[in-house]
T-cell receptor
Framework: AQSVAQPEDQVNVAEGNPLTVKCTYS??????LFWYVQYPNRGLQFLLK??????LVKGSYGFEAEFNKSQTSFHLKKPSALVSDSALYFC?????????????FGTGTKLQVIP | KAGVTQTPRYLIKTRGQQVTLSCSPI?????VSWYQQTPGQGLQFLFE???????NKGNFPGRFSGRQFSNSRSEMNVSTLELGDSALYLC?????????????FGSGTQLSVL
């Protein structure tokens, strides 16, 4: 079975500082990993994904994520946080093994960027 | 191109009633999936439809059902509503049924059961 964990319910960071939102996963095969962001009263929006290749993935709005196979992690990062980055962030995983797999989401991390 | 459209945006029902939620995917998208979002639980997978057939189902009771039409529009139904069914119900679509595809989400239907 596949699973994903976001160990922090909330992350607070000052505007202009780097931010990290943590995600770890568990799959039996190779992982397909995704980050989505949810702004208040909106659905989720895709930020970036890792399928294969370069461990550093760049996405929308200046976000990037680093795939670490040995630590089974896929942390979301941004060099300089903006107040407008305040939102709910979801990590998601799909197992590449065994044919088509539904996606499993983490419980979400609320990012609060303080002016 | 229009995004994923969910209607209605808000619903208030009482226990024991039933409700139907609608989702229109992005034009050309054939896969539609549904999720229940509650605080602290994240997104829980309900079911997925592709080419009018249910392909996957999550761990929800039989009170939760859905269907997909030939134009890829989808509906989900919840019968005999319970207080615990209060949640944001999200629909997502993708062009193909592929594991590496990203999902496009609607804004959701906020269901309140009183």
């Amino acid at each position: 079975a596949q699973s994903v964990a976001q160990p922090e319910d909330q992350v607070n960071v000052a505007e202009g500082n780097p931010l990290t939102v943590k995600c770890t996963y568990s799959v039996s095969g190779n992982p397909y990993l995704f980050w989505y962001v949810q702004y208040p009263n909106r659905g989720l929006q895709f930020l970036l994904k890792y399928i294969t290749g370069d461990n550093l993935v760049k996405g929308s709005y200046g976000f990037e994520a680093e795939f670490n196979k040995s630590q089974t992690s896929f942390h979301l990062k941004k060099p300089s946080a903006l107040v407008s980055d305040s939102a709910l962030y979801f990590c998601a995983v799909r197992d590449a093994a065994g044919g088509y797999q539904k996606v499993t989401f983490g419980t979400g991390t609320k990012l609060q960027v303080i002016p | 191109k229009a995004g994923v459209t969910q209607t209605p945006r808000y619903l208030i029902k009482t226990r024991g009633q039933q409700v139907t939620l609608s989702c229109s995917p992005i034009s050309g998208h054939r896969s539609v999936s549904w999720y229940q979002q509650t605080p602290g639980q994240g997104l829980q997978f309900l079911f997925e439809y592709f080419s009018e057939t249910q392909r996957n189902k999550g761990n929800f009771p039989g009170r939760f059902s859905g269907r997909q039409f030939s134009n890829s529009r989808s509906e989900m139904n919840v019968s005999t509503l319970e207080l615990g069914d209060s949640a944001l119900y999200l629909c997502a679509s993708s062009r193909l049924r592929a594991t590496n595809e990203k999902l496009f989400f609607g804004s959701g239907t906020q269901l309140s059961v009183l």
